[in-house]
């Protein structure tokens, strides 16, 4: 009796006979065309018994007889469908199944991490089937409280909830000398010191503390989890001093930045600082000292100035840069790019102009010479020594060429640069004279745009001898480089009218022998300080 229980479990199921099916020779067989919607992919059962099939699927040579076939499928209810099959006919039963699950969709920040009835289901949102009922959702995420939540899931609908996750929080306690500043934390106003702001989220933020008359104070902090962080600030003071002037009507420029024109009333803080005076050709150079106790006017009398430079100094604050090809399409002789760091100086606004060169020289060796304010060439470097004697002998300055490492860190824009491959723009044409807007001839100086430090023409018009030999780039970081002793030829800088555009950026490199005059050869001077 085992041995056939046996051998009808090895039987297909297409073959069998079910109960109360015939076995003689006048046995009859018919099939079944099994199919399912919305989905395909349920279990099929005949008589309770697993068929191993899943919709949609046709089962034939079954012997005549009534059968009851239902579909299980974790999704959907299990339904159970009676069907008589006859002989050499086919019975189709189509199911229409009903769902017991909803679609979850859960929105979350990115990288959290979500899980749904304590399975990890995804990551950064996720959507898919829940079965009907209480469904437990976790989302987790390093720096952020977990979230748990529940969800009451009913069946055939579609359900969508946005997670947010809050953040470990601290305490940011702010005080300041004298009370009263107004707080700013990442641009939003808190309120005013002493203040305590609580539940601050985690991280790093920028404390600004603000009182009329007295400096700004801004302070960057950091919140930690749990703790209250302390900030102690002390405001600086200053007063609002008059400036006067004879003549009236005189450009003022403190510390270099130009203020407006006397008669003027200014606020400074307390402390020292660099006025300079100018109208036409008269000047005057002084300090000031801002205290609590000083007074609160000042009167300045100006006197003639015999530097035709007066007011075309432009200051560029010392700092280190990368000198060298740092675009990465330059020439070898453009390398290796190295640190380079310079000390505070003055540079020349403009090009030495033919203007200024005559009345020094007397004369003008510029091949393009009917135009005053265009740049002088055809100067040799040598000559460009003797102009600077002259001019330091009328002036009592100390002029001089710049070097090279100071021409490329003014054109660069020195401590504000913008990291422009021409001086002071991406597009050439916004800054250069060079043979594809030149007209083959030099312009005046000054009619395109400057450069980030407010100095023009350092691309383009004509190149600039600088004092430097020409040589290879050492391998190492330097402090303020002037160069081998001797060389072949003198450097030249900055590209010129008849100029391809490569030869404008600001880190290509020319020289020529200092005693050559070329009409695309000018120069201009550099102080390193400006008295």
Known sequence: MIRLFLIFLLIPLASRTFPGEGTNQN???GSIQVTSKPESGMAIFINDRNTGK????????????????????????????????????TQLIAFTLRPIFAELTLNTPFDAKIFVNNQLVGTSGW??????????????KQGF?????QLSIVAGKKEKVDVKLDTFSGNLEISSEPSGAIITINGTIYGLTPFTIRDLSVGNYSVTLTKAGFTTLIVPTEVKSGLTTKIQGKLLSGKQIGITSEPSGANIFINDSLYGLTPRSIFLEYGEYNIKLTKGTLVLVDKVHVTQVGGNTYAFKLKETNDPLENQMVFVKGGTFRMGDTFGDGKKFEKPVREVTISDFYISKFEITQEIWVQLMGSNPSHFNNCENCPVERVTWSQAQEFLSRLNNLTGKQYRLP????????????????????????????????SGNSGNNTNEVGQLKPNELGIYDMSGNVWEWCSDWFAL????????PVGPQVGDGKVVRGGSWFGYIGACRITFRGFDDPANSRSYIGFRVVLSNNP
Do not use: M
Request: net charge positive.
């Open 145 to 149: 409280k977990t979230k748990e939540f």
């Open 403 to 434: 070097t090279e490492a100071e021409w490329e860190y003014a054109a660069r824009g020195g401590e504000k640069t913008l990291n422009h491959r021409y001086a002071g723009a991406r597009n050439i044409n916004d800054v250069a004279w060079y």
């Open 27 to 29: 046995q009859k067989f």
């Open 473 to 480: 780039y050492p391998n190492n970081p330097e402090s303020n």
């Open 54 to 89: 899943v919709t949609p699927y046709t089962f034939e040579g079954l012997s005549a007889g009534e059968y009851q076939v239902k579909l299980v499928n974790q999704w959907y209810q299990s339904q159970t469908r009676k069907v008589v099959i006859t002989d050499e006919r």
């Open 127 to 140: 959507t898919g089937r829940v079965a009907e009922g209480i469904c437990k959702v976790r989302v987790e």
